[in-house]
């Protein structure tokens, strides 16, 4: 089993910046493609940005490219996503998801995440 602990989350007000973080355990992380959903309130979950178990590729949706950018830690475990210039549109609760070993396309595609943690609430507002 893999657990997965999304942190960082709070109110922000629009333009601001927050560092979300998601703690794995159970598994070799460095194993795992680590993406990140979103679902906002009456909405569905979305896909936001992935990065591969090699670490060499990362991919964003388009409404976050320029603005979010996902990393890894593999020694301390954690998967990052960084925001800035936040908007209103970006309130969601985030959630971070893990996939063994995956690569190439269709990385967004939600049903291939065996793990999800908990999720963090994320609100832009003034």
């Known amino acids: 089993q893999v657990q997965l602990v999304e942190s960082g989350g709070g109110l922000v007000q629009p333009g601001g910046s927050l560092r979300l973080s998601c703690a794995v355990s159970?598994?070799?992380?460095?194993?795992?493609?680590m993406a990140w959903f979103r679902q906002a309130p009456g909405k569905e979950r979305e896909f936001v940005a992935v990065?591969?178990?090699?670490?060499?590729?990362?991919n964003y949706t388009d409404s976050v490219k320029g603005r979010f950018i996902i990393s890894r830690d593999n020694p301390k475990n954690t998967v990052y996503l960084q925001m800035i210039n936040l908007k209103r549109d970006d309130t969601a609760v985030y959630y971070c998801?893990?996939?063994?070993?995956?690569?190439?396309?269709?990385?967004?595609?939600?049903?291939?995440?065996?793990?999800w943690g908990q999720g963090t609430q994320v609100t832009v507002s003034s």
């Open positions: 998801a893990a996939d063994f070993r995956g690569y190439g396309s269709r990385l967004q595609i939600q049903g291939r995440y065996d793990y």
């Open positions: 159970g598994r070799t992380f460095s194993d795992y493609t």
């Open positions: 990065i591969t178990w090699k670490g060499d590729v990362t």
